[in-house]
């Protein structure tokens, strides 16, 4: 346990948050985050001690990988003993997907890993940089009367809103209100005050340390059904070579074509080992294979209910589990079962 100041570690990977325009080009470059406080001389009014740590070259979110998941939670893992939370900058294309590793990655966490990022570049004067990392350290940093972090989860602070990592999908591109958490409420929302919902925190068991993990298996495909869909399309993906899970983005509550070359790749697939997971497409709500029949046999071929998953969660999370080289029966289990809080079952 830390004495003294509360002491927060700022990660920058990359992404607009911590762009400056540079004057002679007129175009928008990264800037050392040495000078942090250069940019946002507000951050000296906090009583707490910031380090800042910076990937080299900084990271496009489009270019973010499993590698670079492994890399955070390296930097977090190592430097978990000497700072109270931590920050991360994270351009918001690829955010979510982030997040829900991360929360898979650091199993046990007891401190604060708040990942955020801007619409608009910390060096615009009209830009929302400043509010949302001020706040995220605020919110890393927070600590409840016995010393115990207040949040002790990877969440994703945007425009006001806490949110848990592993339920939030990006949903604007255009406004500061970037992300939503459509089937978890806000772990906390922001105003004059920042009013914690503490009903809704995950706490990790005080006895067990920090268990960092580093595995992953990017063998997943993400597969969006519509209308008119084509078997040749839907055969050719199916036996893509090392193809080991798909997450297959359904109709509704978890419909599918009836059609019989459509169930009989499904089922062909998952009689390979090819292990399949039904999420919605709709935003808000779950699947409910039983509900109707287009589901119902879906269940009967093999396919598994990813319940409310975001699609960044589903994908993250079964490229977790198949990096730990779980068997197949292991990874059913356990893509049914809230590891993380990450699924609501009914």
């Given at each position: 346990?830390?004495?003294?100041?509360?002491?927060?570690?700022?990660?920058?990977?990359?992404?607009?948050?911590?762009?400056?325009?540079?004057?002679?080009?007129?175009?928008?470059?990264?800037?050392?985050?040495?000078?942090?406080?250069?940019?946002?001389?507000?951050?000296?009014?906090?009583?707490?001690?910031?380090?800042?740590?910076?990937?080299?070259?900084?990271?496009?979110?489009?270019?973010?990988?499993?590698?670079?998941?492994?890399?955070?939670?390296?930097?977090?893992?190592?430097?978990?003993?000497?700072?109270?939370?931590?920050?991360?900058?994270?351009?918001?294309?690829?955010?979510?997907?982030?997040?829900?590793?991360?929360?898979?990655?650091?199993?046990?966490?007891?401190?604060?890993?708040?990942?955020?990022?801007?619409?608009?570049?910390?060096?615009?004067?009209?830009?929302?940089?400043?509010e949302n990392l001020i706040t995220a350290i605020e919110i890393a940093a927070a600590k409840n009367p016995d010393g115990t972090a207040i949040v002790p989860e990877v969440c994703i602070f945007f425009e006001n809103h806490l949110m848990r990592g592993n339920r939030?999908?990006?949903?604007?591109?255009?406004?500061?209100?970037?992300?939503?958490?459509?089937?978890?409420?806000?772990?906390?929302?922001?105003?004059?005050?920042?009013?914690?919902?503490?009903?809704?925190?995950?706490?990790?068991?005080?006895?067990?340390?920090?268990?960092?993990?580093?595995?992953?298996?990017?063998?997943?495909?993400?597969?969006?059904?519509?209308?008119?869909?084509?078997?040749?399309?839907?055969?050719?993906?199916?036996?893509?070579?090392?193809?080991?899970?798909?997450?297959?983005?359904?109709?509704?509550?978890?419909?599918?074509?009836?059609?019989?070359?459509?169930?009989?790749?499904?089922?062909?697939?998952?009689?390979r080992g090819i292990i399949i997971v039904n999420i919605t497409q709709c935003t808000s709500g779950m699947v409910e294979m039983q509900r109707y029949k287009t589901g119902r046999q879906l269940l009967d071929i093999g396919v598994i209910s990813g319940y409310d998953?975001?699609?960044?969660?589903?994908?993250?999370?079964?490229?977790?589990?198949?990096?730990?080289?779980?068997?197949?029966?292991?990874?059913?289990?356990?893509?049914?079962?809230?590891?993380?809080?990450?699924?609501?079952?009914?």
């Amino acid at each position: 346990m830390m004495t003294g100041a509360t002491s927060v570690l700022i990660i920058y990977t990359g992404g607009t948050i911590g762009m400056i325009k540079n004057q002679e080009t007129n175009t928008l470059e990264s800037f050392n985050f040495d000078y942090l406080l250069k940019y946002i001389p507000e951050l000296k009014k906090f009583n707490y001690h910031i380090s800042t740590y910076q990937f080299s070259p900084p990271i496009d979110s489009s270019d973010m990988e499993p590698v670079h998941w492994a890399r955070l939670v390296e930097i977090i893992s190592t430097n978990y003993d000497n700072y109270d939370g931590f920050v991360i900058l994270h351009g918001t294309d690829t955010m979510a997907y982030t997040a829900s590793a991360l929360s898979f990655m650091l199993e046990n966490l007891s401190k604060p890993v708040i990942l955020t990022g801007s619409q608009l570049p910390i060096g615009m004067l009209r830009t929302d940089a400043k509010e949302n990392l001020i706040t995220a350290i605020e919110i890393a940093a927070a600590k409840n009367p016995d010393g115990t972090a207040i949040v002790p989860e990877v969440c994703i602070f945007f425009e006001n809103h806490l949110m848990r990592g592993n339920r939030t999908t990006k949903i604007n591109v255009e406004n500061f209100n970037a992300f939503r958490s459509f089937n978890y409420p806000a772990l906390a929302r922001v105003g004059i005050h920042i009013k914690y919902a503490q009903n809704l925190i995950q706490y990790p068991d005080i006895i067990r340390p920090l268990f960092p993990h580093y595995l992953f298996d990017p063998n997943v495909v993400m597969l969006t059904l519509f209308p008119g869909i084509q078997e040749s399309i839907i055969t050719s993906l199916l036996h893509v070579p090392e193809l080991k899970a798909v997450v297959l983005k359904t109709f509704g509550a978890g419909n599918a074509p009836q059609k019989e070359w459509f169930i009989h790749q499904l089922r062909d697939a998952t009689e390979r080992g090819i292990i399949i997971v039904n999420i919605t497409q709709c935003t808000s709500g779950m699947v409910e294979m039983q509900r109707y029949k287009t589901g119902r046999q879906l269940l009967d071929i093999g396919v598994i209910s990813g319940y409310d998953s975001t699609p960044e969660c589903a994908v993250t999370k079964l490229m977790f589990l198949l990096g730990h080289r779980l068997s197949e029966k292991e990874i059913r289990h356990r893509m049914n079962t809230c590891i993380a809080g990450e699924i609501t079952k009914v």
